[in-house]
């Protein structure tokens, strides 16, 4: 190995039933590098860390670390951290009841000469390291005390109290705020500077370019290339995760409506709910594709849950086609016509342990009722008829939905509502944490659902998607809507709008 290199894998091929996931990957990893490893869901990304970390035995291949004689082959994450490597995953995998001290010392805790926990010990060198990360927290607070990106940060200082030679983040920031985001930028170039080979995985094209040294590109499980981040320009890396030369992404745009004459599909007077959402009045018209634009924790996702019946309304009215509803639950909503994908699709969205065609028919089984059930065959028809509509990457409907990819599993739960046959779907950042193909394959679906008369509420982070998809948008801010962008929506006056200024 090359002085400067901390970890090589070279000729990495893994196998799963009837999928060759990983393809004779090569992948190296510099000292102080941030390196970012890119491609659309399904590309071999996450089986390339597991097998990095020892949770999966790759089949063919050789891996190497620095300072480590002869060819390395983890076997658990254990194995992993023992030679070097430690990962921080999205979902943080620490313990919210414990201690910040207590998590970044569990399994390995000082012992005093009696061989019981020094807890002086370990809150003094816990706190040490944070003040030396920069991060600003009282070690001894409960960890679930503090904000998401605070637990990662956590997570970062147990790997690099631990001795990492190379730190890897799964999608580290795609449940962070801006500033939040600054915040983990400026750690990791901290621990750059220190020496760390950091493999940083993402699917925020600006987040590479702000940090980023260097980007490897997986396509379908074989390696496409690696790339100095100054020699690969923004439509380069698309063209090179997608196999185009071009960006589809361009050719989006909702087109404007004339609305006057449209049918209502949805009228909120007053809805409301304690604590989160305050009285909102909202009209949706049919055939119409509504953006909810806003801030985290500014009542998006509260407002759709509160139409849709998953929290209940604390106050106000709703009208479906112009009748007054009560919605008092999820499946009364169901039965008025309405849908909803949820923003959390691994908590509120898949189960792991049904398989695909379970998954896809789950709602409209839900709405035909438990005492007619589908047959076996009719549940097959409608699972290939979605699964070949939504492009779903599996090797069969059969396949359990938790072994598919996270842009393949937002696809199941986008077809389950469509098997439904809603005329009005809310879709809560449908496009988070996907890749670039599935984010486009998922827009053209909006704005073709709106062309079949379907009603849409879209919500998400990335006020671009809205632009291209939205014939209208409203703003809220602590829980309430304060602006309403229409006509030529442009990502200025959205912004603009957000900020707190008007939407002209």
Known sequence: MEDNVVLTARGITMTFPGVRALNGV????????????????????STLIKCLTGINDFEAGEMHVAGIDGPVKNHSTRDAQNVGISTVYQEVNLCPNLSVAENIFIGREPLTKLHTIDRSSYNKRSQKIMDDLGISVDVTQNLENYSLAIQQMVAIARAVDM????????????????????????LMLMLKDKGVGIVFVTHFLEQVYAVCDRITVLRNGTLVGEYPVEELPRVKLV??????????????????????????????????????VKPFDLKIHKGEV??????????????????????????????????????KEP??????????????????????????????????????????????????EIADRYIDLLSIKAPSPETLIKQLSGGNQQKVILARWLATDPDFLILDEPTRGIDIGTNTEIQKLILKLA??????MFISSEIAEMVRTCNRMVIMRDGEKVNEVDGEITEERVMHAIAGGDAS
């Open 26 to 45: 090569d992948f190296t990893l510099r000292k102080g590098e941030i390196h970012a490893l890119m491609g659309e869901n399904g590309a071999g990304k």
């Open 163 to 186: 001795d990492c030679k190379v730190l890897i983040l799964d999608e580290p920031t795609s449940s962070l705020d801006e500033e939040e985001v600054e915040k983990l930028f400026k």
């Open 239 to 276: 063209a090179a995760m997608m196999g185009k030369d071009l960006d589809d992404l361009a050719e989006i745009k909702g087109e404007s409506i004339d609305l006057s004459n449209a049918e209502m599909e949805i009228e909120a007077q007053g809805i409301s709910h304690t604590g989160t």
């Open 290 to 327: 509504i953006g909810v634009g806003g801030l985290l924790g500014s009542g998006r996702s509260e407002l759709a849950r509160s139409i849709y019946g998953a929290d209940r309304a604390s106050t106000g009215t709703l009208k479906v086609k112009d009748k007054e509803v009560n919605i």
């Open 331 to 380: 499946i009364d909503a169901m039965n008025l016509g309405m849908g909803m994908l949820p923003d959390d699709r691994k908590a509120e969205g898949i189960i792991g342990d049904l398989t695909i065609r379970e998954n896809i028919i789950l709602a409209l089984q839900a709405k035909t009722g438990m005492f007619k059930k589908l047959s076996k065959a009719k549940q097959i």
């Open 451 to 456: 062309g079949e008369g379907k009603s849409i």
